[in-house]
């Protein structure tokens, strides 16, 4: 009889672990999709994106039913594509419309995908329901425009699996460290517990500290609270396996020890698999203080994004060592790891189900 499985990565989403179809990812910035055609390939389906006469955005399988050209390197006309092959065009809906060499239309085109902008970003569906529920795109801490700035990032590609992007993500202890020269996180964060609980499908963590001042070079450098106590709490959100949500919120404390709303920043993150071992990587920062600092914006911005870029070099390097160092190794794990643990356990019940 097989022994019992111990606790170990098998049980865990490693960069083997299948891809996942049936969720909304995030295929592109709004700003990515424009009058010109455009290819990105989203779980080893290349895709060609652009918007029809009105604005929507449009995404079609892109390759060519006939001799497989590929559309994105075609003519965009006014209805649709038309191959620049043998000249077969696609209306918006992928379906055949013209064939220059003969009367009638193949009934068989290239497949539509369904879309849907939000904000900043264009969703598309990658599963197999034709009729996929909305809903299920996971709510954005875009909160209230008016009372919020949001400083969207770059486009961002990734040299390593969906799932070290997803684990970086669920990780707060490297912050000090990995961003070191960024975000210029204090020693001291890493000595706070991570707080973390799991449902069934999400894991939410954070850990506080209740000397902000430590933070202070992650914050508008007008921020002050003068005596007052302040707690500050940093976490995050495992949403889905295309979403994480991560906050930095300073929570003022009155005098009769109440906590007052929150000021600080809300992370989007988008992690959309290219293929089994790349993807793609998409962020916005919202916050609720210094809003019409525009200048704060662009500083903002550039060192979310410097950060961010930090995190890609680093998962590159994982993926590679992945690769290409292949005798028998069992990674350790410490205390901070639980919440990517917990992810990388649901990702693997969701692949194997
Ligand atoms: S390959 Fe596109 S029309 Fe022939
Ligand atoms: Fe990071």
Same mark, same amino acid.
Request: charged residues 25%.
């Given at each position: ?6 606790? /170990? ?12 179809? @049936? ?8 700003? +990515? ?14 895709? =060609? ?9 449009? &995404? ?13 390197? /075609? ?20 379906? &055949? ?6 009367? /009638? ?12 902008? #939000? ?9 197999? $329901? ?6 299920? #795109? ?34 707060? /202890? ?21 707080? =973390? ?28 609270? *003068? ?9 995050? +959100?495992? =949403? ?7 906050? *930095? ?6 005098? @009769? ?37 525009? +200048? ?14 930090? $995190?890609?070099?680093?998962? @590159? ?28 356990? #649901? ?7």
């Amino acid at each position: 009889m097989a022994e019992p499985k111990p606790y /170990s990565a098998i049980e865990l989403a490693d960069i083997h672990t299948p891809l996942l179809y @049936n969720y909304w990812y995030v295929a592109a910035l709004g700003s +990515e999709i424009t009058r010109d055609l455009k290819e990105r390939t989203i779980l080893n389906c290349s895709l =060609v994106m652009y918007r029809d006469e009105d604005g929507n955005p449009v &995404i079609l399988q892109n390759r060519c039913a006939h001799r497989s050209f590929p559309l994105d390197k /075609s003519n965009l006309e006014e209805g649709g594509i038309r191959c620049r092959y043998h000249g077969i065009k696609y209306n918006h809906n992928g379906e &055949i419309t013209d064939v220059p060499c003969q009367d /009638s239309c193949p009934r068989t085109g290239i497949k539509k995908y369904i879309t849907k902008e #939000i904000g900043p970003v264009v969703w598309v569906w990658m599963g197999e $329901d034709e009729n996929p529920d909305i809903d299920e #795109i996971p709510e954005l801490p875009v909160h209230d425009m008016n009372k919020w700035t949001h400083v969207v990032g770059n486009y961002n590609h990734l040299k390593g699996s969906y799932i070290l992007m997803q684990e970086n993500l669920c990780d707060l /202890s490297h912050l000090p460290f990995l961003h070191a020269d960024t975000f210029k996180f204090p020693r001291e964060y890493t000595a706070a517990p991570i707080k =973390v609980e799991r449902d069934e499908y999400r894991v939410t963590f954070y850990r506080e500290m209740h000397d902000w001042s430590l933070l202070k070079p992650f914050f508008h450098p007008g921020l002050d609270f *003068g005596n007052q106590k302040v707690i500050y709490r940093s976490g995050g +959100e495992f =949403v889905t396996p295309a979403t994480n949500k991560g906050y *930095g919120l300073l929570y003022p404390v009155d005098e @009769n020890g109440s906590e007052q709303a929150p000021i600080g920043h809300y992370v989007s993150h988008y992690v959309t698999p290219e293929s089994d071992n790349t993807c793609h990587y998409f962020w916005y920062v919202a916050r609720n203080y210094a809003l019409d600092d525009e +200048e704060y914006s662009k500083k903002q911005g550039d060192m979310v994004q410097r950060g961010f870029e930090e $995190d890609l070099v680093a998962i @590159n390097l994982l993926q590679d060592m992945l690769e290409k160092d292949q005798h028998d190794y069992k990674e350790i794990g410490i205390k901070a790891d639980k919440p990517g643990v917990m992810m990388r356990k #649901i990702i693997k019940g969701l692949a194997d189900s």
